[in-house]
């Protein structure tokens, strides 16, 4: 009769969330780009992330740059390369867009080359954020110890379950880390990644997709209602969700 995060020990039940979109599109410039940043600030998040890594390094220093004019100096803004930049241009793009103050730098290389990923992380004057597609806590261990992330990114569908989770989440606080979670799937996994976020005491922020959005439109209205940045866990049992399967197909 709880929800999942009151059953392992959560009480926090407004999560911080970001508005997550800006990929790339044909015939999207930098125009359309910031206007739909603007556009999700207009809508009430106080921070917001977009895509990077997808053309040459000028290119996104001056999409980021055009992002912030849009939205101003007090809204959070985030990058994620999606693991596509090598570790030169990675340490070229993070120093570039110093004066636009990202909260985090996401997934800049390969997840593979942890010793790489240091590299960068020791000269970014932000913090790097990983790398969500690892398994366990052994995994994230190995990334923490190796000073190759400061934002501990991890997603509940992917890492190992909600237990796991917690797992890490404890191993990051232990090095006194912070936790974003991640989630660019379904319905499912936003509700997952709510109940961890719900259950740590290191949490940065959770992703809110505003491009991928499996079954979202199955969820009852108020589920995940949401106040500016702030997502109101729901008190309904488990990850509070009722689908019909028949609705599903």
């Known amino acids: 009769t709880l929800p999942i995060y009151r059953m392992i020990g959560g009480n926090s039940s407004d999560i911080f969330t970001y508005a997550s979109g800006g990929l790339y599109q044909d015939g999207k410039g930098i125009c359309e780009l910031a206007n739909e940043m603007a556009g999700y600030v207009a809508q009430g998040f106080a921070a917001v992330k977009i895509k990077v890594g997808g053309v040459s390094v000028r290119e996104d220093i001056d999409r980021v740059a055009a992002v912030r004019a849009a939205?101003?100096?007090?809204?959070?803004?985030?990058?994620?390369?999606?693991?596509?930049?090598?570790?030169?241009?990675?340490?070229?793009?993070?120093?570039?867009?110093?004066?636009?103050?990202l909260a985090f730098y996401e997934a800049p290389v390969t997840s593979?080359?942890?010793e790489g990923l240091a590299r960068v992380a020791a000269v970014a004057p932000m913090p790097i954020a990983g790398n969500e597609i690892e398994f366990g806590r052994h995994a994230y261990r190995r990334l923490i110890e190796a000073k190759a992330v400061g934002v501990v990114h991890i997603d509940a569908i992917l890492c190992g379950g909600i237990s796991e989770s917690l797992k890490i989440a404890a191993v990051a606080s232990a090095h006194n880390l912070p936790v974003s979670m991640h989630n660019s799937s379904s319905v499912i996994a936003f509700a997952a990644n709510l109940q961890v976020a719900a259950a740590i005491g290191n949490h940065h922020s959770t992703e809110y997709h505003m491009v991928h959005r499996l079954l979202f439109d199955h969820v009852e209205p108020g589920v995940f209602a949401r106040d500016g940045s702030y997502v109101i866990v729901s008190e309904r049992p488990g990850l509070g969700l009722e689908f019909d399967p028949s609705d599903l197909d």
Request: avoid cysteine; hydrophobic fraction near 45%; glycine fraction near 2%.
């Open 71 to 101: 939205i101003g100096p007090d809204i959070m803004l985030m990058a994620d390369a999606l693991y596509n930049h090598t570790v030169p241009d990675a340490m070229r793009f993070a120093r570039a867009v110093e004066e636009y103050d």
């Open 112 to 114: 593979y080359d942890i």
